[in-house]
């Protein structure tokens, strides 16, 4: 307990103090009404705290949305209730909770590594989140659910290591209620439960099917009165609206698998007054339309445009870039160290026997899917950088202990040879 205070504080005043020391917390007045504070999560709040509902995502109204999760949105439209709309004392606090958010990660950090990879390597893996290079960048820059997703993909992780072995329907039902809130904040966190599904259904049987139905069950109840608005306000019953969108802007004429943020109606002003006037059910067929139509006319370009997002979402380089998104190097290095030595650190638990190592390849290879298909972007890596944290700081600590025996074993053939010696002299 008191190393995970420890850490937990110091992560916590790492990141504070760099939010007063970049002086990201500065409200900019700018002509597009601080649509750059929090993008579409800050106009859906700033709607929610003027008593407008859920709506109006982009700088010109344009009416109900489902384009972002519900969870954020409301905890950044509680602050602004609190401290005023794109106030400066709402950007300290909406960044003091960002702060909270990634420090209290470390604990689940922890927690995940005691109970998979043994307590050391999860003690070494909550120091390195400390001073984790992208965390802090999401948590201190960017008004976004990057760091409470982070700290929920680690929690809901570490959660579901407990159903490994259980047949529980208490247990079940929490972390089918965990992983419902857990998608209202970012939906892809719902793929995070089908290898712990999966493994529960073959180990268990017969056994595990009530237990997953009650956590199915749960989870369903907690994100129905999310389903219930969307069906009648949008016709479906859905947790979000805009895949036919991210689709658009990641596959089409102009790039080779990059986002375009022209063709986002956030950037370019006709496309958002054609959003204002047909609204977004209607705006999101287009979308769709225009999609099977790329696909019909160049199946070959988003093939490659998905091979260019697979190696960019785990290096950061692209095979093919385009303007605006070069290789920067700096960025490149240290996501291609991270991704192979998580991957490596995976691969020796297979080789130790670890069970646990098929519940982490299976996240790790199932959760960036569909940005394999829409796009890649840091903070989408940045979601299941805990896990591969963990998984690298087990590789580390591997090698080291090996190392240390090794040397321990050195010595210890040094010394009886010496002994030997001795004696026979």
């Known amino acids: 307990m008191r190393f995970l205070i ?11 103090g760099a939010v007063f020391a970049t002086h990201s917390y500065r409200v ?19 709607s929610l705290a003027q008593g407008q509902g859920f709506s109006s995502p982009l700088p010109l109204p344009t009416g109900p949305t489902a384009i972002v999760g519900p969870v954020y949105p409301l905890i950044l439209a509680l602050v602004f209730k609190l401290f005023g709309v ?8 909406i960044r003091t909770l960002q702060c909270a958010f990634a420090s209290l990660t470390c604990a ?31 948590t201190v820059t960017k008004v976004w659910e990057t760091s409470l997703t982070g700290m929920l993909a680690a929690a809901l992780f570490w959660f579901l290591l407990g159903t490994r072995h259980s047949v529980s329907v208490g247990r079940w039902a929490a972390a089918g209620a965990m992983l419902g809130i857990s998608a209202l904040v970012n939906t892809s966190l719902a793929v995070l439960v089908v290898p712990f599904g999966i493994w529960a259904l073959v180990k268990n049987r017969t056994r595990a099917i009530v237990p997953t139905a009650a956590g199915a069950f749960a989870c369903l109840l907690a994100i129905s009165p999310w389903l219930v608005r969307n069906k ?29 943020e022209v063709l986002h109606p956030s950037n370019n002003p006709e496309v958002n007054r054609h959003w204002q006037e047909v609204g977004e059910s209607r705006f999101m067929a287009e979308e769709r339309a225009a999609n099977s139509e790329y696909l019909d006319k160049d199946k070959g370009r988003f093939v490659f445009s998905c091979v260019n997002r697979i190696v960019n979402y785990w290096t950061g ?16 290095v240290p996501n291609t160290l991270l991704s192979l030595a998580g991957f490596a650190g995976v691969w020796l638990m297979f080789r130790g026997g670890n ?17 394999y298909a829409t796009t890649s972007q840091p903070r989408f890596y940045h979601s299941i950088t805990p896990l591969l944290v963990l998984s690298g700081s087990f590789l580390i600590f591997e090698c080291w202990r090996k190392m240390v025996t090794a040397r321990a074993a050195d010595r210890g053939a040094g010394a009886h040879v010496a002994s030997g010696l001795k004696e026979t002299a």
């Not at 016709?235 to 375009?260: C, T």
């Not at 982490?360 to 960036?368: D, M, V």
Request: charged share 15%; hydrophobic share 55%; net charge neutral.
């Open 355 to 371: 069970r646990a190592a098929i519940l982490y390849a299976g996240c790790l290879l199932l959760y960036p899917v569909v940005y």
């Open 232 to 260: 009648i306000q949008f016709g479906a019953p859905m947790l979000r609206s805009n895949f036919p969108l991210e689709f658009r802007i990641g596959n089409n004429e102009l790039s080779y698998g990059q986002k375009m």
């Open 6 to 16: 420890v850490v937990c504080l110091l992560a916590f005043l790492l990141r504070l």
């Open 86 to 93: 794109y106030s400066t004392a709402s950007a300290i606090a």
């Open 108 to 138: 689940f950090v922890y927690l995940c590594g005691r109970d998979s990879v043994g307590e050391s390597a999860g003690k070494l893996a909550a120091v390195v989140w400390v001073v984790f290079p992208l965390n802090i960048f999401f």
């Open 317 to 332: 380089a692209w095979v093919r870039p385009v303007a605006g998104y070069p290789n920067v190097w700096s960025v490149v």
């Open 28 to 46: 900019v007045e700018d002509d597009t009404d601080h649509f750059g504070f929090g993008w579409e999560m800050g106009r859906v709040a700033a």
